[in-house]
């Protein structure tokens, strides 16, 4: 039971939850709707989706693994309390564990891609390669990382975008209502993508700045050792802005179509604490105040996700 507990948090079983969830969400209130209210046939079926959706999170999987495999010395400055890899499972399994699952999300991709498109393929392939070159190299380099890292987080949305578009590549004559229903799809896609991109962006610096010690010590070059914290907090605060920005903008567009109620929710559960977390920026000093703000972080992309619920109706 032990190695068991020790296995899902190896592999970040809360993190795959948000992947699945967020599939899941624009799966069924963004992708479904837009079909349904055009009279369309999906092609993407369930089976399809889910076995997209397992791809997505073995593929994530395997990253957590291998990150972990090569972070052991890093890891027992910054969070020995939490190692897994070596102090319960022995590094020769966490490499075989990395392989099996990679394969595995890797199969399963393969074969969505012949029913549906073979971007799916392609960039999944492209996806492993840098995980584990993240894991090994561009974790260390400034910035690289946390931009490899937001933008894996926003394909797990664009992904289903491509899946389902491709679908109709050959289809002749056009489907009536098609183009209607791709544009809504890739407007919500784009929206979506952005915002896990954005925010994930945040989060990777303020973690790096939480990692400080462990990482400096093990000649780390990222964004708070190089151009030091207050660099580093100013960084954060403009892309903290321009999402806010963004997000009012978009909260303007919603009451203009009568969405109050997408509206208010995201007022109150994205824009606010969004607020709030630049204000506290600004007065964090120490690990445990940049651990909070960090995990605050991760909240708000969960708000950000569960919006997708109120479209279903409004599609």
């Given at each position: 039971m032990k190695l068991l507990f020790a296995f899902f948090r190896l592999i970040r079983w809360r993190n795959l939850f948000f992947i699945a969830l967020s599939q899941s969400l624009f799966y069924y209130d963004i992708i479904v709707s837009s079909f349904n209210d055009n009279h369309l046939l999906l092609h993407l079926t369930q089976p399809l989706f889910f076995l997209l959706m397992f791809a997505s999170i073995f593929i994530a999987?395997?990253?957590?693994?291998?990150?972990?495999?090569?972070?052991?010395?890093?890891?027992?400055?910054?969070?020995?309390?939490?190692?897994?890899v070596e102090k319960i499972i022995k590094r020769r399994w966490a490499m075989v564990l990395h392989w099996v699952i990679t394969t595995v999300g890797l199969m399963i991709s393969l074969y969505v891609s012949f029913k549906t498109s073979y971007i799916v393929i392609i960039v999944n392939v492209l996806c492993t390669l840098l995980l584990w070159f993240y894991s090994t190299t561009f974790k260390k380099k400034l910035l690289a990382g946390n931009i490899i890292i937001s933008l894996l987080t926003a394909w797990t949305i664009m992904v289903l975008y491509f899946a389902t578009?491709?679908?109709?590549?050959?289809?002749?004559?056009?489907?009536?209502?098609?183009?209607?229903?791709?544009?809504?799809?890739?407007?919500?896609?784009?929206?979506?993508?952005?915002?896990?991109f954005i925010i994930s962006l945040i989060r990777e610096v303020v973690k790096d700045i939480e990692?400080?010690?462990?990482?400096?010590?093990?000649?780390?070059?990222?964004?708070?050792?190089?151009?030091?914290?207050?660099s580093s907090k100013v960084f954060v605060g403009v892309w903290l802005v321009v999402l806010i920005g963004a997000l009012i903008i978009l909260q303007f567009y919603a009451f203009q179509l009568g969405w109050w109620v997408t509206g208010f929710y995201c007022f109150l559960m994205v824009l606010l604490?969004?607020?709030?977390?630049?204000?506290?920026?600004?007065i964090a000093q120490n690990t445990r105040q940049y651990h909070q703000l960090s995990s605050l972080i991760k909240l708000v992309m969960l708000s950000g996700i569960l919006s997708m619920l109120f479209f279903k109706w409004y599609l």
């Open positions: 999987a395997a990253g957590y693994i291998i990150n972990d495999y090569f972070d052991i010395n890093i890891d027992q400055v910054n969070k020995p309390e939490k190692m897994v578009g491709n679908t109709f590549h050959f289809l002749s004559p056009p489907v009536p209502g098609l183009s209607k229903a791709m544009n809504h799809i890739f407007k919500f896609a784009v929206l979506y993508a952005g915002f896990a990692d400080m010690e462990g990482d400096a010590k093990y000649n780390c070059k990222t964004m708070p050792i190089v151009w030091g914290v207050p604490p969004l607020v709030w977390i630049l204000l506290k920026l600004y």
